[in-house]
């Protein structure tokens, strides 16, 4: 074996030329399917981080039914026994009741429909970036449950201001409809347009008098520490509650629009890929040919000897499989530096692409990751690809006769 490999090695570097232009190819083909891959995940990660902060947290425990049907009636229990529960799930960093209602604001003349957003203003800092997208003034104070912020475009809209009192309607928990004057004392900017267009933040004490959800709430946002944490959490919060008859509801059963719009993204972007590889496949597999078309006397002389068609098959996979594994971690070597730097350093959007991506949602940022698995799976990608494309010249060389390599030309 020492031998086939010092053999392989050797007739590698005979035309040094024609095997640097090949580890260039898989380099390259390493490179852009890891830089690709990278830049996906880091941009899929800070997306879904940033709506996990802004809307859904990591998990929701909500009414069974209310997924579905997003009503006051499916509201839960915010109860001492719930809280007990889930703080006896070792994954649960923190966790914040919230309710959501729609309703009416109305001031002056002017008249909007609006998003009523109930937060515990003491925990939702906890799970959510609510109270950093404070545009203008201040986050309602604790002990102040008749304080609101409103969204930066609907207070434009409205045509009031901070520290004008305006009046929110909306239909109670029991059915019938309520009113309270609400104190504005700040505006929102959260990137997203329809939360500035129609969001209302307000306490939680504040919205339970509203809507008479006294002791309930909409959902309970869940905090973890890592995404990977999410299905285990979800699997002891399911057990934990049981008897409870609640959901537990991971981000991408809440934001499914979201998961959706990644994974076609991450199709398109597969399929690229895939031709590129194919590209370079043919590259591969062209050079490898020249090569071997190059050597067939040679080939025909070791034949002629004694040497077993057989034998010589796995001499030339090892000059292949020795190439491919050394352009595969001068790829990696490159994508890994690559990557680090714009995990570091986001390529910041502008333009138009900034706005196509904050029309889908998205954050108008490239962002890279070096997680172990973007190397692994570009690496035996490009091997697989490699691997494919020399399965012709190794079986033209199985084939060949002593006679016909010797007479060729």
Same mark, same amino acid.
């Given at each position: 074996?020492?031998?086939?490999?010092?053999?392989?090695?050797?007739?590698?570097?005979?035309?040094?030329?024609?095997?640097?232009?090949?580890?260039?190819?898989?380099?390259?083909?390493?490179?852009?399917?890891?830089?690709?891959?990278?830049?996906?995940?880091?941009?899929?990660?800070?997306?879904?981080?940033?709506?996990?902060?802004?809307?859904?947290?990591?998990?929701?425990?909500?009414?069974?039914?209310?997924?579905?049907?997003?009503?006051?009636?499916?509201?839960?229990?915010?109860?001492?026994?719930?809280?007990?529960?889930?703080?006896?799930?070792?994954?649960?960093?923190?966790?914040?009741?919230?309710?959501?209602?729609?309703?009416?604001?109305?001031?002056?003349?002017?008249?909007?429909?609006?998003?009523?957003?109930?937060?515990?203003?003491?925990?939702?800092?906890?799970?959510?970036?609510?109270?950093?997208?404070?545009?203008?003034?201040?986050?309602?104070?604790?002990?102040?449950?008749?304080?609101?912020?409103?969204?930066?475009?609907?207070?434009?809209?409205?045509?009031?201001?901070?520290?004008?009192?305006?009046?929110?309607?909306?239909?109670?928990?029991?059915?019938?409809?309520?009113?309270?004057?609400?104190?504005?004392?700040?505006?929102?900017?959260?990137?997203?347009?329809?939360?500035?267009?129609?969001?209302?933040?307000?306490?939680?004490? !504040?919205?339970?008098?509203? @809507? %008479?959800?006294?002791?309930?709430? +909409? *959902?309970?946002? =869940? &905090? $973890?520490?890592?995404?990977?944490?999410?299905?285990?959490?979800?699997?002891?919060?399911?057990?934990?509650?049981?008897?409870?008859?609640?959901?537990?509801?991971?981000?991408?059963?809440?934001?499914?629009?979201?998961?959706?719009?990644?994974?076609?993204?991450?199709?398109?972007?597969?399929?690229?890929?895939?031709?590129?590889?194919?590209?370079?496949?043919?590259?591969?597999?062209?050079?490898?040919?020249?090569?071997?078309?190059?050597?067939?006397?040679?080939?025909?002389?070791?034949?002629?000897?004694?040497?077993?068609?057989?034998?010589?098959?796995?001499?030339?996979?090892?000059?292949?499989?020795?190439?491919?594994?050394?352009?595969?971690?001068? !790829?990696?070597?490159?994508? @890994? %530096?690559?990557?680090?730097?714009? +995990? *570091?350093?986001? =390529? &910041? $959007?502008?333009?138009?692409?900034?706005?196509?991506?904050?029309?889908?949602?998205?954050?108008?940022?490239?962002?890279?990751?070096?997680?172990?698995?973007?190397?692994?799976?570009?690496?035996?990608?490009?091997?697989?690809?490699?691997?494919?494309?020399?399965?012709?010249?190794?079986?033209?060389?199985?084939?060949?006769?002593?006679?016909?390599?010797?007479?060729?030309?």
């Amino acid at each position: 074996m020492s031998l086939f490999l010092h053999l392989a090695w050797r007739n590698l570097w005979r035309n040094a030329r024609r095997s640097s232009i090949t580890l260039a190819a898989i380099a390259f083909a390493v490179l852009m399917v890891a830089l690709q891959d990278g830049l996906q995940e880091g941009t899929y990660t800070a997306n879904i981080k940033a709506a996990i902060r802004l809307s859904s947290g990591y998990l929701q425990i909500q009414h069974p039914a209310y997924h579905n049907k997003p009503a006051l009636r499916h509201s839960i229990a915010y109860s001492d026994e719930l809280r007990r529960k889930v703080d006896s799930v070792d994954a649960v960093v923190a966790y914040a009741p919230r309710i959501y209602a729609d309703g009416l604001l109305s001031f002056g003349d002017q008249s909007m429909g609006a998003l009523i957003v109930g937060v515990d203003v003491q925990r939702e800092p906890l799970v959510s970036d609510y109270h950093k997208k404070i545009r203008d003034g201040r986050f309602p104070a604790e002990d102040k449950p008749f304080e609101i912020v409103v969204g930066q475009t609907l207070l434009q809209n409205l045509g009031a201001k901070i520290g004008d009192s305006l009046v929110v309607l909306a239909q109670g928990f029991d059915g019938y409809l309520g009113n309270l004057f609400f104190t504005i004392v700040g505006t929102t900017k959260t990137g997203s347009e329809d939360l500035d267009r129609m969001s209302v933040f307000m306490p939680l004490a !504040g919205a339970q008098e509203l @809507l %008479g959800m006294w002791g309930r709430c +909409s *959902v309970l946002a =869940i &905090e $973890l520490p890592r995404l990977n944490d999410i299905p285990e959490t979800k699997r002891a919060l399911t057990a934990a509650l049981s008897e409870n008859q609640l959901a537990v509801l991971a981000w991408d059963e809440v934001l499914a629009s979201l998961k959706q719009l990644i994974e076609f993204d991450q199709i398109s972007s597969e399929i690229q890929m895939l031709l590129l590889v194919l590209v370079v496949a043919f590259g591969i597999l062209n050079t490898i040919l020249m090569s071997i078309s190059e050597r067939y006397q040679e080939f025909g002389i070791m034949l002629s000897i004694g040497m077993s068609n057989s034998r010589l098959v796995a001499i030339i996979a090892l000059e292949v499989v020795m190439l491919a594994i050394l352009g595969i971690f001068i !790829g990696d070597l490159l994508a @890994l %530096g690559l990557n680090s730097y714009f +995990s *570091v350093n986001p =390529i &910041e $959007l502008g333009g138009e692409m900034m706005e196509l991506y904050e029309e889908y949602g998205f954050l108008p940022m490239l962002k890279s990751s070096v997680e172990p698995s973007i190397f692994i799976k570009a690496s035996v990608e490009c091997l697989v690809f490699t691997l494919l494309a020399a399965l012709f010249p190794l079986w033209k060389v199985y084939k060949l006769e002593p006679l016909k390599g010797i007479r060729y030309t």
